[in-house]
T-cell receptor, first 116, second 110 residues
């Protein structure tokens, strides 16, 4: 069974440029998460989707970050414009969904972003 | 606001040693606690999940304990191997939200 797929794996851009990350969750997983992981830190939740609905985006910096999951499967996270401080790893995770707090989240390999 | 702390930040041991990683959290109102492993350039792999009603979970050479009242969890690794070298993260689960610690970077030398 394929795991969570993310692309690209690495991205280098200049500040003020836009960038987008793509995530394909495990088949059948209704819940999708985007996390931000700074160097030496644990991941922090940016947004959580239940199917196509963003049910928790309280930590998403909405002035420059946006996300979508139009058909309830794949998701895209966008930054426009990127700032130097956005350099980090962006992780996508998925879980079966349905509201079970005990369910395991499965993580993708992440996209490592470097903003110059 | 839940805060999760992991000690030590880094640990280096020779192969074969038993070791303990520590995790503490400030809010005991959790659903469960998970331990993850993260290898460089890779995502997180779930190792153990302890429900809030449980006190420990075991998987192979790994044993995780949970003391909700004191806000602490430990991950015990028996007979460490070089392949155990990675960053270990604990995460507490509130209402459908994982809050991660900063991790312990483990190096097991042959």
């Amino acid at each position: 069974e394929a795991g969570v797929v993310q692309s690209p794996r690495y991205k280098i851009i200049e500040k003020k440029q836009p960038v987008a990350f793509w995530c394909n969750p495990i088949s059948g997983h209704n819940t999708l998460y985007w996390y931000l992981q700074n160097l030496g830190q644990g991941p922090e939740l940016l947004i959580r989707y239940e199917n196509e609905e963003a049910v928790d985006d309280s930590q998403l910096p909405k002035d420059r970050f946006s996300a979508e999951r139009l058909k309830g499967v794949d998701s895209t996270l966008k930054i426009q414009p990127a700032e130097l401080g956005d350099s980090a790893v962006y992780l996508c995770a998925s879980s079966l969904g349905g509201g079970a707090a005990q369910e395991t989240q499965y993580f993708g390999p992440g996209t490592r972003l470097l903003v110059l | 606001k839940q805060e999760v702390t992991q000690i030590p930040a880094a640990l280096s041991v020779p192969e074969g040693e038993n070791l303990v990683l520590n995790c503490s959290f400030t809010d005991s109102a959790i659903y469960n606690l998970q331990w993850f492993r993260q290898d460089p350039g890779k995502g997180l792999t779930s190792l153990l999940l302890i429900q809030s009603s449980q006190r420990e979970q075991t998987s192979g050479r790994l044993n995780a304990s949970l003391d909700k009242s004191s806000g602490r969890s430990t991950l015990y690794i028996a007979a460490s191997q070089p392949g155990d070298s990675a960053t270990y993260l604990c995460a507490v689960v509130g209402f459908q939200k994982l809050v991660f610690g900063t991790g312990t970077r483990l190096l097991v030398s042959p």
